[in-house]
């Protein structure tokens, strides 16, 4: 199984909206939609902040939003806030009872 | 609040086996809770990452001891549990310098199909 593909970086000023793709397969995204998304801060473990696609476990704000189309997922942060500025990875279940993550993107608030 | 704690040796011999502990604690691996999704229940899992990458899962056990690991390390893991003791465990044998990473332990929850739950890391170093 490969890794999904993210783009290593992404930016955007204070108040902006930034969008991060997470590109894989008809045989990962494309066809489930456990697409989930985490955020990691320098030096701490990375936090669920989007599930099945779209949805936002409680807590997380909802600058917050997830979709998909065919077989690349999307993260979108709005109103971008310098707490934002971290790692984001995106994960797909792959079927057989296995799991893949995409490399990360740096997030980078201006 | 289920909480998740890692624990082991932080450094291992080039050869030698990994071998890490998580305790589960604030709720019980052997939940009994069912759930009416493709993952009926949660699994618990490694996840590594080393210096400066991105996250690769190692695998995951379920309360009864079933298994599934990564394909590109199954050879080499083995993923335990102790109900008595409320936690599970990591074996990573023939360990490189490669396998130099900060390893999570984490909650696969079955109703969101997602890691929801992550131990703070442990960092483990391959050196001689």
Redesign the interface.
């Known amino acids: 199984q490969s890794a999904l593909t993210q783009p290593p970086s992404a930016s955007g000023s204070p108040g902006q909206s930034v969008t991060i793709s997470c590109t894989g397969t008809s045989s990962d995204v494309g066809d489930y939609n456990f697409v989930s998304w985490y955020q990691q801060h320098p030096g701490k473990a990375p936090k669920l902040m989007i599930y099945e696609v779209s949805k936002r476990p409680s807590g997380v704000p909802d600058r917050f939003s997830g979709s998909k189309s065919g077989n690349t997922a999307s993260l979108t942060v709005s109103g971008l806030q310098a707490e934002d500025e971290a790692d984001y990875y995106c994960s797909s279940y792959v079927g057989s009872n296995n799991v893949v993550f995409g490399g990360g993107t740096k997030l980078t608030v201006l | 609040q289920v909480q998740l704690q890692e624990s082991g040796p932080g450094l291992v011999k080039p050869s030698g086996t990994l071998s890490l502990t998580c305790a589960v604690s604030g709720g019980s691996i052997s939940s009994s809770n069912w759930w009416n999704r493709?993952?009926h229940n949660n699994w618990w899992?490694w996840?590594r990452q080393p210096p400066g990458?991105?996250?690769?899962?190692i695998g995951?056990i379920y309360h009864n001891g079933s298994t599934?690991y990564?394909?590109?390390l199954k050879s080499r893991v083995t993923i335990s549990v102790d109900k008595s003791k409320n936690q599970f465990s990591l074996k990573l044998t023939s360990v490189t310098a490669a396998d130099t990473a900060v390893y999570?332990c984490?909650r696969?929850d079955a109703q969101?199909?997602?890691?929801?739950i992550?131990?703070?890391?442990t960092m483990v170093a391959v050196s001689s």
Do not use: C, H, I, M
Request: glycine share 12%.
């Open positions: 493709v993952r899992n996840v990458k991105g996250l690769e899962w995951e599934n990564n394909p590109s999570y984490a696969w969101t199909d997602a890691f929801d992550w131990g703070q890391g």
